[in-house]
């Protein structure tokens, strides 16, 4: 059986979070996909989430890595050697006569027996209890099997100002996360208005091309009929034809608009997609996942930024760097102990029992740096300029905070004012369109009035969009800017 690939599995789930969401159907029963829906399947298959999660399991490591040096380390090792050739292997062979074994008489004087004893050692004769071929040296097998054990008592302070860098950076690593995430939605945001805006603005342009072609018609009719010039006829023919590269531009603009929301919601370029918002609702609603957020925002005076807390834990880092570079002055204290068996096969190339010797030691090692050519001087001085630095860009990340959150503030507020501005002169173009209309059918104007008309119908719908899309960004903004970055403009 063939296996579906990983990436057609991403894009079949993609596809079914998709359709399987709660969306309003339009009148031809199409699934629409809301802000909300659109949010949920960013944050589920982002690849920058994925990056920045996987940098939160890379901290977890860190602190578990320099928590382990508290702790005693035990290690085990298991050699076998075979030695082939040894500088030991005639060191203590004889070439001397075999002689008779040592024989000792109780019965016999003592000088005699002294006597016997000198004789059998001259010549070999003290039997194979005397043997050297038991000592390790020039051994052909020879068996190793050992623990080592080892424990830091004191180090000066390292370990417990790397465990604090670990710590916080661990926290930094949370914080990267909920700024991704943070960013990731307002790009989703932005994306999927963008989209919505392409969709209105290239409506805007074929309803245009429509009324241009519809008063083409009409003129040549009244063309046909004597009524109007050939003038007319070629101006409303120029006013038709100089509309379709609008056309044409702004459905370009939203198939790229798509294109950018399908790649954030990890769709296929090609995957059917229709938007659940109205741009042009009278009262333009706040976008219900950022409704709660956008009213604390606002009754917030100073809002609390992740991108500042971010700066302020880097100055602990630095303090405990500043730290751990003061440790290596001091001395530090550890304890180790060994202990192995050793085994030289009396017989054979397998040791027995009796074949194994031990080996235990325990000792302790206490260092202390006397002369390093001012190598720790340096490191301390730029543990500080780090420091320093660190500092001064807390500083700054404080003001350009203050900057950015007053900017998205005023932004919205100029958003707002835009929006409710565009409301009464759209309602007027669309009168003055109307009039110019019917002077038109009547004969009482001419096609140059007809088109300025119908151009400032059409500039007035598209402010009208752009109004409503720069309306909803700038409320999506405010409400995420406890977690976005700080972009200082």
Not at 340 to 349: F, K, L, Q, T
Not at 406 to 418: F, G, M, N, S
Not at 440 to 460: F, M, P, V, W, Y
Request: proline fraction near 5%; charge should be neutral; include cysteine.
């Amino acid at each position: 059986m063939i296996m579906p690939r990983p990436t057609s599995l991403r894009v079949a789930a993609s596809l079914a979070i998709l359709f399987a969401l709660p969306v309003a159907a339009t009148a031809q029963g199409a699934a629409r996909l809301t802000l909300a829906d659109a949010l949920a399947m960013a944050a589920e298959h982002s690849e920058v989430i994925q990056i920045a999660r996987a940098g939160e399991v890379r901290a977890d490591a860190d602190a578990q890595r320099i928590a382990s040096q508290r702790l005693p380390q035990v290690n085990f090792a298991g050699t076998y050697s075979r030695t082939l050739a040894s500088e030991f292997s005639n060191a203590f062979s004889s070439s001397a006569p075999a002689c008779d074994p040592l024989r000792v008489d109780p019965s016999r004087p003592l000088s005699d027996r002294v006597s016997e004893i000198e004789r059998a050692a001259g010549c070999g004769g003290l039997g194979s209890s005397f043997s050297l071929n038991n000592l390790p040296f020039g051994q052909r097998n020879v068996y190793q099997a050992g623990f080592t054990f080892s424990q830091a008592l004191y180090t000066g302070g390292r370990i417990t100002a790397q465990q604090r860098q670990a710590d916080v950076s661990r926290r930094i690593a949370t914080l990267t996360t909920t700024a991704t995430e943070g960013q990731l939605r307002l790009d989703v945001a932005r994306a999927f208005y963008a989209a919505a805006l392409t969709d209105r603005l290239l409506a805007i342009a074929e309803s245009v091309y429509a009324q241009a072609g519809a008063a083409y018609d009409q003129t040549r009719l009244a063309f046909d009929a004597g009524r109007q010039p050939e003038f007319e006829l070629l101006r409303a023919q120029v006013a038709r034809d100089n509309q379709r590269p609008t056309v044409i531009r702004r459905r370009a603009d939203r198939d790229v608009a798509y294109l950018r929301l399908r790649q954030l919601l990890q769709l296929p370029a090609d995957a059917p997609l229709t938007l659940d918002v109205d741009l042009e609702n009278p009262t333009l609603p706040i976008p219900e996942p950022f409704a709660v957020d956008l009213i604390k925002a606002k009754e917030t005076s100073e809002i609390e930024r992740v991108a500042l807390v971010q700066s302020q834990a880097a100055v602990e880092i630095q303090e405990a760097a500043v730290a751990v570079a003061h440790a290596q002055r001091l001395p530090s204290l550890g304890l180790s102990s060994s202990y192995a068996r050793v085994g030289y096969p009396s017989d054979g190339v397998i040791p027995g029992p009796g074949d194994f010797r031990t080996n235990w030691s325990l000792s302790t090692t206490v260092q202390m740096p006397l002369f390093t050519g001012r190598r720790l001087q340096a490191e301390e001085l730029a543990a500080h300029a780090d420091l320093d630095q660190a500092r001064a860009q807390v500083a700054q990340a404080r003001e350009l905070a203050a900057l950015d959150t007053a900017t998205a503030k005023q932004d919205l507020t100029a958003a707002e004012a835009a929006w409710e501005a565009s409301g009464g002169t759209i309602q007027q173009a669309e009168r003055a369109h109307q009039i110019a209309e019917l002077r038109n059918r009547e004969g009482l104007s001419t096609q140059l009035e007809l088109a300025d008309s119908r151009l400032a119908l059409e500039i007035a719908q598209a402010n009208r969009a752009q109004a409503a899309h720069d309306l909803q960004v700038a409320r999506a903004r405010v409400a995420l800017l406890p977690t976005l970055p700080i972009t200082g403009r």
